[in-house]
């Protein structure tokens, strides 16, 4: 590949642990065992994932550390308040993923197998500047999905099927 399309480093001083819990304080709120389950999991590696996906992923009624769905809906919207997360519509599910401590991007998605590709360019943010200057336009962010297929997708269908077997 001839230009650079990898995700720039990003430093943050708090983690995101230490970063609620100044959101909770500055709101006089406390931290509970559930939102700290939720954060644990979800903090643990970078996912676009939907609520749905995540309710599957932790522990089901009746295991230690169950989260009720409520609580799961009510603290991923204090995340995104928050700042820790960000959140996006696709085909009508909202989307979450990292967004404190995690570089800006840009997304590719596959219509097939729904993953997503993450990509930063610098070409698109000048472009993005340039237009905003021409309308004295204010950005404070953008959103850019290129749908399409991805190479794993589009092979042919015979060599497909045999991965699917593994
Ligand atoms: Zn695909
Ligand atoms: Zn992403």
Redesign the pocket.
């Known amino acids: 590949m001839a230009k650079d399309y990898s995700l720039q480093h990003v430093s943050v001083s708090l983690s995101p642990q230490e970063r609620f819990d100044e959101y909770l304080q500055s709101r006089a709120m406390r931290n509970t065992q559930q939102r700290r389950t939720v954060l644990e999991h979800v903090f643990s590696h970078h996912d676009h994932f939907d609520v749905e996906t995540l309710i599957e992923q932790l522990p089901d009624k009746g295991e230690a550390n169950y989260v009720s769905r409520p609580t799961v809906y009510r603290t991923l919207t204090e995340f995104v308040d928050a700042g820790l997360l960000r959140k996006f519509e696709l085909g009508g599910r909202a989307i979450y993923e990292h967004d404190y401590g995690y570089p800006e991007h840009d997304h590719m998605v596959?219509n097939?197998?729904n993953?997503f590709f993450e990509f930063h360019s610098d070409e698109i943010n000048n472009i993005r500047e340039s237009v905003a200057q021409d309308y004295r336009f204010r950005v404070t962010g953008h959103r850019l999905l290129i749908f399409g297929?991805?190479s794993?997708?589009a092979q042919p269908r015979r060599q497909k099927r045999k991965q699917d077997l593994i």
């Open positions: 596959c097939q197998c993953q297929i991805c794993d997708c």
